[in-house]
């Protein structure tokens, strides 16, 4: 799974193993991915990709 961080471009999280490399991070494990996604909103990171917008029934 691949993250992004739009206010450090070269993010480092040693607790985690994961480094930003021009403001992506590509991750494998699971737990890191959840992690990542419960950091603070002020660092601005986020998934990136995922599953399209479901389409609305009428």
């Known amino acids: 799974m691949r993250f992004t961080s739009s206010v450090y471009k070269k993010l480092v999280v040693h607790d985690l193993g994961v480094t930003f490399v021009d403001g992506e991070a590509e991750v494998s494990d699971k737990a890191t991915a959840d992690a990542l ?6 660092l601005g990171v986020r998934a990136v990709g995922g ?3 479901k389409e609305p029934t009428s």
């Open 51 to 53: 599953r399209p917008a």
């Open 37 to 42: 996604r419960g950091l603070p909103p002020e």
